[in-house]
Every structure is written in C-alpha cells, then in structure tokens.
C-alpha cells in the first residue's frame, strides 16, 4: 500500500509553498497539505492536526512545519511512516532570540506585517539569482493572505517551542534532511547535525536554493522527495 503524504508548511505559508511537489507528487499518491496556523504552542497544533490525518502516512515539514512535525513523532510515531524536515532547526529559542520576536509581533499588530516579513525573511536567505524576489514577493503575499492574527500566533510557537533533539535520536523510519546550501537562516551545519542525531537519515543540501528550496529549485527538491517516499529500508531481525 502506498501511504499519503502530509505536507507541513513554514511560517507564514499556506499551500503555495508545496505547489510543485504536489503536482508531481500527486500523480501516484494522496498528497495532503495540512495547514499550521492554530495554536500558539507547537503541542497545541499538533494534536489538532493528528484528530484530522490519516491514520498511517509519510511527513514531511518545511521550517515551523518541521517543528511541528518533530512534534508530531514525539506523540504518535507508530502512525509517521517517514519523516522529511526540510530548513528545519531542531533546537529552541535562545532567551535572545525569543525576546527580539517580542518587537516583531508589536509590528504586525500596528499593521506593518509585510514590513516586518521583510525583516524575518530577508533576501539573503534565498539564493541569488532572477527567481529570488519573485519567491520573496510569493512570500509575502501568501503571509498577507494569513494576515497578522497568524503572524502573531506561529511567532509565540516558535518563542515557546521546545528544544527537539531528543526526539531526533528516536525516529526509527527511514528520515531525509533536506536544505539550501544559500540558507542564511538555517545554515548547512544545522542539518548536518540533525541529520547526524538521526539514526535512519539521508542529507541533500541543495544547490542554487536557499530557505525556500520547495520553490527556489523544485526539480532537485522533488526527485529527493521521490527517492526518499520509494526506498524501502531492509527489514531488522534483531
């Protein structure tokens, strides 16, 4: 049986960020796209999500979607079949950093919320090159789609959000660490690292993509995808 597939978004997406892998990916399985933006704790959005999906199924996540995936292996592993963390960062909030979102969310509540996209996600975080400020203008359009009550929500997940990598050492599926080498947010020895703690994990960074490589180089993104949902890991004896 071939299980669906369960996309989780990064902050401030909906399912534009998942455009290409769900037209290819959808040609010989359910692909779902699970949105992210209730809760104001990754725990919260989790457990609303595992009452709406499939009982068995592949994840994967993309940033905060990555984070809540992580989550969600932390409270029903025996229902994700294989896991894909794509830009994600397993590690908590340093009091800085949480601290520094506090003036974030003052501005999206003022009504300044693509000015303060532009300060979270910057251009440099995508590769150079003439598809950079097209994906950052799809960005930004789709953060004002969800509008600054979301902003304000997924910014206290993250300041909240628990420190993740006990929960890599335990993931027994077969696991696949995706990122851009150009990320400037999260950097390739981030996913080194989390794939390393991964038992079962393979690591493709990929080239001429940043942040948002579902877009940024889909083609290459895709075919690690394909791979990962076709490879059968041998079966253990103990």
């Known amino acids: 049986m071939i299980e669906p597939l369960v996309l989780l978004p990064g902050f401030m997406c909906d399912a534009r960020l998942f455009h290409p892998q769900i037209d290819a990916l959808s040609r010989d399985r359910a692909v779902m796209f699970a949105p992210i933006s209730s809760g104001e704790r990754i725990e919260e959005i989790a457990s609303g ?3 709406q999906l499939p ?3 592949a994840l994967a996540g993309l940033g905060l979607g990555g984070v809540v995936a992580l989550e969600i292996v932390r409270r029903a592993a025996d229902r994700v079949s294989r896991l894909c963390l794509i830009s994600t960062d397993a590690q908590s909030d340093t009091p ?3 601290a520094a979102r506090e003036e974030l969310i003052i501005g999206a509540q003022a009504g300044r919320l693509e000015e303060v996209m532009r300060k979270v996600i910057g251009s440099d975080a995508l590769a150079p090159g003439p598809q950079r400020i097209p994906i ?4 930004f359009a789709m953060a004002i789609d969800l509008g600054p009550d979301v902003f304000v929500r997924q910014m206290r ?3 909240r959000r628990p420190d993740q990598q006990s929960i890599l050492c335990r993931v027994k599926v077969p696991g696949l660490i995706l990122g851009g080498t150009h990320d400037t947010l999260i950097p390739v020895r981030k996913h080194e690292f989390m794939a390393e703690m991964i038992p079962e994990a393979q690591l493709q960074m990929i080239e001429r993509a940043g942040h948002l490589p579902t877009l940024e180089n889909p083609d290459v993104l895709n075919a690690a995808l394909q791979g990962w949902l076709n490879f059968n890991p041998r079966p253990s004896y103990g």
């Open 136 to 139: 950052l203008n799809q960005l």
């Open 96 to 98: 800085q950093m949480a």
């Open 157 to 159: 997940a993250l300041q």
């Open 49 to 51: 999500l595992l009452d």
């Open 55 to 57: 009982h068995r199924f």
